[in-house]
């Protein structure tokens, strides 16, 4: 995955994302990126996040430094993603007082092809927001290109 | 007839861009076995090194999870949809 294409993200999202962080501080929050893929449509590399799931972290034994998302939440939020006409393209989590880079318990669980969102709560307040993802041969992530709009990109 | 296995979509640049794959296969294991020989760039988001399903991979023949069946020896027959759901873990460290 030399070439990571852009995720594009609107203003309102990002900032949902990011209150999210805030309203489960100490914990970790999650939910599903839901949008569109313009490589999977043969059009120039992109995607965009066009509406977010958010999602209860099922980690009840240490929410604050895990998240976990059921088989059935995954299935769940991929009918919601069909019924707007949009995918599921990738994740969001919060890192609670930790930078917003992936761990290596990010890296052992983490799914090909998916954009994974990490902001970064410090001291209950939202800061850096990152996107990443996993190289084909998952020994790393790589960065992806975050940019927040105000207008549909994909 | 054979068994149809449903590829999620992380998965399917991995499988010719496919959405699904169907194979002659009387276990969940050897329907898998036939999918990662086809497309082989599958197997390392599938499996782990030693060969057993990554944690986060979970398969169902119908609406079953194979965990509560026979896991990888569940058997399979003509008809039978498998799908490949994940899980999504992750978290600061």
């Known amino acids: 995955m030399s070439d990571t294409p852009t995720l594009w993200i609107r203003n309102h999202l990002a900032e949902k994302i990011r209150r999210?962080?805030?309203?489960?501080?100490?914990?970790?929050?999650?939910?599903?990126?839901?949008?569109?893929?313009?490589?999977?449509?043969?059009?120039?590399?992109?995607?965009?996040?066009?509406?977010?799931?958010?999602?209860?972290?099922?980690?009840?034994?240490?929410?604050?430094?895990?998240?976990?998302?059921?088989?059935?939440?995954?299935?769940?939020?991929?009918?919601?993603?069909?019924?707007?006409?949009?995918?599921?393209?990738?994740?969001?989590?919060?890192?609670?007082?930790?930078?917003?880079?992936?761990?290596?318990?990010?890296?052992?669980?983490?799914?090909?092809?998916?954009?994974?969102i990490i902001v970064s709560v410090h001291n209950g307040a939202s800061q850096e927001m990152t996107s990443w993802r996993l190289e084909d041969d998952r020994t790393k992530f790589s960065p992806q290109a975050l940019e927040v709009r105000q207008r549909t990109a994909v | 007839m054979a068994v149809k296995v449903i590829i999620p979509t992380p998965l399917r640049p991995y499988a010719g861009k496919r959405d699904s794959a169907e194979f002659k296969a009387s276990t969940v294991g050897e329907a898998l076995g036939h999918l990662t020989t086809e497309f082989a760039d599958l197997r390392k988001h599938l499996f782990t090194d030693d060969g057993k399903l990554r944690s986060f991979v979970n398969v169902y023949v119908n609406d079953e999870d194979i965990r509560y069946l026979a896991k990888e020896n569940t058997p399979t027959k003509d008809g039978d949809t498998i799908s490949i759901i994940p899980s999504i873990a992750g978290g600061c460290g």
């Open chain 1, 20 to 116: 999210h962080g805030v309203e489960t501080y100490p914990h970790e929050c999650c939910g599903a990126l839901l949008g569109r893929d313009a490589e999977a449509r043969g059009e120039m590399p992109g995607r965009e996040v066009l509406g977010l799931h958010a999602l209860v972290n099922r980690r009840d034994d240490s929410p604050r430094n895990r998240f976990s998302v059921t088989a059935d939440d995954v299935r769940d939020a991929e009918k919601v993603a069909r019924e707007q006409g949009l995918d599921v393209i990738g994740w969001y989590h919060s890192h609670p007082d930790h930078p917003a880079r992936p761990s290596e318990f990010d890296r052992e669980h983490a799914w090909p092809w998916y954009s994974y």
